[in-house]
């Protein structure tokens, strides 16, 4: 049984910052991919950042691209999305996932197993 757990959201000003981090059961963490997923309020969840299963590879939404850092450490079963320069629009409940592929990917079906999501909330 696959668990994710997503903690470290919260309100912040604009411009502010705030670290996530999702925390995985299971011996194989270091074997897949993992993402972070975000939905506002009346729209589809949307791709925000992914890492590859050794952390060489990342990728990112344009919408937070230069401002947000995904990162993962395998020895603590624990992949995290540090979120600068925050604004209003990245307000969302955000979303921890996991593949069953070491590759990442920018698809929502493509994520196996989710978190039960974190809110964040950023103020003008």
């Known amino acids: 049984q696959v668990q994710l757990v997503e903690s470290g959201g919260g309100l912040v000003q604009a411009g502010g910052s705030l670290r996530l981090s999702c925390a995985a059961s299971g011996r194989t963490f270091s074997m897949y991919a993992m993402g972070w997923f975000r939905q506002a309020p009346g729209k589809e969840r949307e791709f925000v950042a992914a890492?590859?299963?050794?952390?060489?590879?990342?990728n990112y939404s344009d919408s937070v691209k230069g401002r947000f850092t995904i990162s993962r450490d395998n020895a603590k079963n624990t992949v995290n999305l540090q979120m600068n320069s925050l604004k209003p629009e990245d307000t969302a409940v955000y979303y921890c996932?996991?593949?069953?592929?070491?590759?990442?990917?920018?698809?929502?079906?493509?994520?196996?197993?989710w978190g039960q999501g974190t809110q964040v909330t950023v103020s003008s």
């Open positions: 996932a996991r593949r069953s592929n070491v590759l990442l990917s920018m698809n929502v079906g493509d994520y196996n197993y």
């Open positions: 890492i590859s299963w050794r952390g060489g590879t990342t």
